[in-house]
């Protein structure tokens, strides 16, 4: 994905899984001997090994890979999941605009990666997204 389609796209599950993906090394993991057992797991955190003693969201086993992927936390729309990803760098910025029409708008800035969108999750994810290289020169 490159820069452009990374500032193109839209809130919402793809946008989530790709957050997962390049921030956390998320991935499907299936139960051995069983084609019908799925749960998403990566680099989360501590508990990430334990996901049904306190671990990650509310992560379950789901009966297809694409239903694991609907457990990951909804990074782009909500504002403590996308909060998770912004304490991650050194000093990003986060700010909230309005103009004289009181129309208001978000921009991140991580290092020297600069993105302004709609909502402050919005914002924060493609920000972190392209200051890790989430998208290809």
Known sequence: MNEQQIRDMKPGPEMDR?????LYNARPCGLEGREDMFIII????PNDARPFLGGWYD?????????AWESIPKYSIDISAAWEIFVKFDMPILKKWFDQDDT???TCR???IIISARTAPEAICK???LAIGGAES
């Open 42 to 45: 990566g680099d989360f955190g």
């Open 18 to 22: 790709l957050i997962a993906k390049t």
């Open 59 to 67: 992560r379950h086993w789901s009966t297809t890979e694409e239903k």
């Open 104 to 106: 208001d708008w978000y």
């Open 127 to 129: 920000a972190a997204l």
């Open 110 to 112: 991580i290092g020297t």
